[in-house]
């Protein structure tokens, strides 16, 4: 026979276990019934009388249980404290994602490569551009590319390294601000979709060819 107790919120067996005060006695379908609702994500409490019941899982943290209807509900104040956290948490998920877009390397079509925007990829365009002043806009410099291949480069082609890096942290930097900007005025911040306007990175493009 099963038992129920509501204080220790468990299950015990009549001759394994001692079985508690107060406890309630269960069917085996009822036993049943509750240990697969459980293990299907569902959680065991007792209701008002003791009795053990199935319910849909917290949602939060901030979510506390109606005894009477047996519902998670969440104050005014929980859910404005809830909502603050939650778009602090997609903020820097997208602050995450600009920086890996910003620094995951640009594809530059005059010169068909791929080229390193990161901290060291544009500490070497700020060097030519260096060189290219002191040295006159006639010389050409080789530039390693993403791939670490030696792309040597003109004056032309290296305005045009320039400003695709340029335009990919600008592009980057106003779609982050976008879409905090949308998450602020979204009642559902978990639901918000911000996944559109990013650019694609090097290791994306290496992944879409190996599939």
Request: glycine share 6%; hydrophobic share 35%; proline share 3%.
């Amino acid at each position: 026979m099963y038992f129920y107790d509501k204080k220790t919120n468990g299950f015990y067996i009549a001759g394994l276990h001692e079985i508690p005060n107060g406890s309630i006695e269960l069917t085996d379908e009822t036993y049943r019934t509750l240990l697969n609702g459980q293990s299907s994500g569902k959680q065991i409490l007792a209701n008002k009388q003791g009795v053990p019941v199935l319910i849909e899982p917290q949602p939060s943290d901030a979510h506390e249980l109606n005894l009477d209807t047996l519902r998670w509900t969440i104050s005014k104040e929980k859910q404005a404290e809830l909502l603050i956290k939650q778009r602090a948490e997609i903020r820097a998920q997208i602050n995450a994602k600009r920086d890996e877009c910003v620094n995951g390397g640009v594809f530059v079509p005059e010169i068909n490569k791929w080229v390193d925007t990161d901290d060291k990829g544009r500490s070497t365009l700020v060097e030519i551009k260096a060189d290219f002043d002191l040295n006159g806009k006639n010389n050409t410099y080789t530039l390693i590319c993403a791939d670490n291949t030696a792309q040597v480069i003109h004056f032309e082609e290296f305005k045009a390294v320039w400003n695709a890096v340029k335009t990919l942290k600008e592009k980057m930097y106003e779609n982050a601000y976008m879409h905090k900007v949308l998450l602020e005025q979204s009642e559902n911040p978990t639901d918000y979709n911000w996944s559109t306007g990013w650019s694609k990175t090097y290791q994306e493009h290496l992944n879409e060819q190996q599939a």
